[in-house]
Protein backbone atom coordinates (compact mmCIF):
# COMPACT_ATOMS: atom_id res chain seq x y z
CA UNK A 1 0.00 0.00 0.00
CA UNK A 2 0.93 3.78 -0.22
CA UNK A 3 2.30 5.66 2.11
CA UNK A 4 0.14 7.82 2.17
CA UNK A 5 -2.78 6.02 1.81
CA UNK A 6 -1.38 4.08 5.42
CA UNK A 7 -1.22 7.25 7.22
CA UNK A 8 -4.92 8.41 6.27
CA UNK A 9 -6.89 5.36 7.31
CA UNK A 10 -4.42 5.20 10.14
CA UNK A 11 -5.16 8.79 10.93
CA UNK A 12 -1.78 8.70 11.87
CA UNK A 13 -0.82 12.75 11.50
CA UNK A 14 2.64 13.01 12.37
CA UNK A 15 3.38 10.45 9.41
CA UNK A 16 1.12 12.27 6.95
CA UNK A 17 3.19 15.53 7.99
CA UNK A 18 6.14 13.77 6.91
CA UNK A 19 5.10 12.32 3.66
CA UNK A 20 4.66 16.04 2.46
CA UNK A 21 7.31 18.20 0.78
CA UNK A 22 7.75 21.71 2.85
CA UNK A 23 6.34 23.67 -0.86
CA UNK A 24 3.11 20.59 -1.02
CA UNK A 25 0.28 22.02 -3.35
CA UNK A 26 -3.32 20.72 -2.55
CA UNK A 27 -6.16 21.20 -5.36
CA UNK A 28 -9.57 20.47 -3.70
CA UNK A 29 -12.86 20.25 -5.57
CA UNK A 30 -14.42 22.90 -3.14
CA UNK A 31 -12.07 25.64 -3.83
CA UNK A 32 -10.69 27.89 -7.07
CA UNK A 33 -6.99 28.76 -5.91
CA UNK A 34 -4.63 25.93 -4.16
CA UNK A 35 -3.21 25.57 -0.97
CA UNK A 36 0.26 26.00 -0.79
CA UNK A 37 2.83 24.31 1.65
CA UNK A 38 2.99 21.88 4.32
CA UNK A 39 1.36 23.71 6.61
CA UNK A 40 -1.62 24.89 5.07
CA UNK A 41 -2.13 21.68 3.44
CA UNK A 42 -1.86 19.94 7.10
CA UNK A 43 -4.73 22.15 8.16
CA UNK A 44 -6.90 20.80 5.07
CA UNK A 45 -6.66 17.72 5.94
CA UNK A 46 -6.63 17.36 9.65
CA UNK A 47 -10.20 18.92 8.40
CA UNK A 48 -11.20 16.39 5.99
CA UNK A 49 -9.76 13.57 8.49
CA UNK A 50 -12.87 14.88 10.44
CA UNK A 51 -15.30 15.55 8.25
CA UNK A 52 -15.79 11.87 6.58
CA UNK A 53 -16.87 9.29 8.14
CA UNK A 54 -16.73 5.46 7.41
CA UNK A 55 -13.40 7.10 4.92
CA UNK A 56 -11.86 4.06 3.15
CA UNK A 57 -9.73 3.62 0.39
CA UNK A 58 -11.40 0.92 -2.28
CA UNK A 59 -8.84 0.92 -5.05
CA UNK A 60 -4.95 2.15 -5.47
CA UNK A 61 -3.54 2.42 -9.48
CA UNK A 62 -0.09 3.36 -10.09
CA UNK A 63 2.98 1.09 -10.22
CA UNK A 64 4.77 1.15 -7.01
CA UNK A 65 7.87 2.93 -8.52
CA UNK A 66 5.55 5.83 -10.35
CA UNK A 67 5.75 9.56 -8.72
CA UNK A 68 2.30 9.54 -9.45
CA UNK A 69 -0.74 7.62 -7.81
CA UNK A 70 -4.50 7.69 -8.14
CA UNK A 71 -6.06 6.25 -4.27
CA UNK A 72 -9.87 5.78 -5.40
CA UNK A 73 -12.18 6.31 -1.87
CA UNK A 74 -15.79 6.19 -0.73
CA UNK A 75 -16.88 7.96 2.53
CA UNK A 76 -20.05 9.82 3.66
CA UNK A 77 -20.76 13.39 4.96
CA UNK A 78 -23.11 13.74 7.20
CA UNK A 79 -26.36 11.91 4.92
CA UNK A 80 -24.43 12.21 1.98
CA UNK A 81 -22.37 9.12 0.06
CA UNK A 82 -19.37 10.17 -1.41
CA UNK A 83 -17.02 9.20 -4.34
CA UNK A 84 -13.44 10.63 -4.95
CA UNK A 85 -10.18 10.57 -5.70
CA UNK A 86 -6.54 11.40 -4.31
CA UNK A 87 -4.31 12.04 -7.35
CA UNK A 88 -0.55 11.98 -5.77
CA UNK A 89 2.12 13.11 -7.34
CA UNK A 90 5.42 12.57 -5.26
CA UNK A 91 8.97 14.59 -5.83
CA UNK A 92 12.20 13.12 -6.20
CA UNK A 93 12.55 12.79 -2.31
CA UNK A 94 9.52 10.47 -2.48
CA UNK A 95 8.03 13.22 -0.52
CA UNK A 96 4.16 14.38 -1.84
CA UNK A 97 4.50 17.48 -3.84
CA UNK A 98 0.89 17.54 -5.19
CA UNK A 99 -2.22 16.16 -4.17
CA UNK A 100 -5.53 17.11 -6.33
CA UNK A 101 -8.64 15.71 -5.12
CA UNK A 102 -11.75 14.99 -7.03
CA UNK A 103 -15.66 14.23 -5.20
CA UNK A 104 -18.91 13.54 -6.61
CA UNK A 105 -21.82 13.39 -6.91
CA UNK A 106 -22.54 17.41 -6.77
CA UNK A 107 -24.74 16.99 -3.60
CA UNK A 108 -21.57 14.85 -1.76
CA UNK A 109 -19.29 17.89 -2.99
CA UNK A 110 -22.04 20.52 -1.47
CA UNK A 111 -22.17 18.79 1.83
CA UNK A 112 -18.32 18.57 1.59
CA UNK A 113 -17.59 21.72 0.94
CA UNK A 114 -20.19 23.01 3.43
CA UNK A 115 -18.74 20.52 6.19
CA UNK A 116 -14.89 22.04 5.46
CA UNK A 117 -16.16 25.85 5.84
CA UNK A 118 -17.46 24.52 9.30
CA UNK A 119 -14.35 23.21 10.00
CA UNK A 120 -12.07 25.74 9.17
CA UNK A 121 -14.28 28.59 10.62
CA UNK A 122 -15.85 30.07 7.36
CA UNK A 123 -16.70 29.38 3.19
CA UNK A 124 -14.60 27.84 1.35
CA UNK A 125 -11.93 30.29 -0.37
CA UNK A 126 -12.55 31.36 -3.57
Known amino acids: MHPFRVAIEARDLDALTGLLSDDVE ?7 RPYQGREAVMTVLRAAIRVFDDF ?4 EIGAPESP ?17 CDF ?3 DEQGRVDELVVMVRPMSGLIALAS ?7 GPPGE
Open 26 to 32: FRSPAVF
Open 56 to 59: RYVR
Open 68 to 84: EHALVFTARVGDRDVEG
Open 88 to 90: VRL
Open 115 to 121: AMGAELG
